[in-house]
């Protein structure tokens, strides 16, 4: 997979493994080794590893944007998890850029009553059919296509449509929506944007990305010390072990015990 640490700037593959921290009140509470390239795929089985590991469930998920998929925050729900995970459009989705693209299902009107959406030029896109998805995984994505009845001699396509290969589609403009998925990513922002998701939020900055920076930088592990899956995983809980014993040391020396979240207004 492609790394960070890239010195040639080529994107040059290395062999390498992606490890997932659970952190639970500074302390490392679980590891997990994945082959994957990215974190989306791995949230699921590690869950399922730490459910399988304390037998018991837990109350939320936090993580960062790298976890947001449909199948992701469905599987969560579906577990009665509360997530507040980083939606992956929050921050473009603030920008003026992305508030004024006019070819953008969120800045066009929808009539619930005729479940038709209106494009800037006033035209009607209709539901047409159901489209489905198969992910790797064997997660099922529904999607339902709307078409703009006729987009010829629109003045504003250009803005509109993406450019495919420097041209203009030929065809009308299409939108996908999928419904399942808006719903779950409104409830999830909505947790994500109260006052207790921001601490949630400001935490998981201090206390993984922390557990992160101290093993790589701190501790200097930056390479695995033995090969196979294994080993990797048995390394890396020696690693976690010695982490959390300074984690214990570092709470009682400051009177810490007790305590399991930073305040935002501490860190602020």
Not at 54 to 82: C, I, M, P, R
Not at 120 to 126: N, Y
Not at 183 to 204: H, I, M
Not at 217 to 239: M, P, Q, W
Request: proline share 2%; glycine share 6%.
């Amino acid at each position: 997979m492609r790394l960070k640490e890239d010195h040639m700037l080529n994107g040059q593959l290395k062999p390498a493994y992606n490890v997932q921290l659970a952190v639970h009140s500074e302390y490392i509470m679980g590891v997990g080794v994945f082959p994957n390239p990215t974190d989306t795929n791995t949230l699921i089985p590690f869950m399922q590893q730490l459910e399988g590991q304390y037998k018991q469930h837990f109350q939320y998920v936090v993580a960062d944007a790298g976890y947001d998929s449909n199948e992701n925050l469905a599987w969560l729900w579906t577990h009665n998890y509360k997530t507040y995970i980083k939606p992956s459009a929050y921050e473009v989705s603030k920008t003026k850029k992305y508030k004024t693209d006019i070819g953008r299902v969120d800045n066009m009107l929808y009539d619930e009553a005729t479940d038709t959406f209106t494009c800037a030029k006033g035209r009607t896109l209709r539901f047409q059919y159901i489209r489905r998805n198969k992910s790797k995984t064997g997660f099922i994505k529904q999607n339902r296509v709307y078409r703009c009845e006729n987009c010829n001699y629109c003045g504003l396509r250009k803005e509109c449509q993406k450019l495919k290969f420097g041209t203009l589609p030929k065809g009308n403009k299409a939108i996908y929506i999928a419904t399942d998925y808006r719903e779950l990513l409104a409830k999830n922002k909505a947790v994500f944007e109260s006052d207790y998701g921001l601490q949630l939020r400001v935490n998981r900055s201090i206390q993984v990305e922390g557990a992160f920076g101290i093993t790589k930088e701190d501790f200097e592990y930056t390479r695995f010390r033995h090969r196979g899956k294994d080993n990797v995983e048995k390394d890396l809980l020696l690693l976690a072990f010695g982490y959390n014993l300074l984690k214990l040391h570092n709470r009682i020396q400051k009177k810490r015990l007790g305590q399991r979240l930073f305040e935002t207004n501490s860190v602020a």
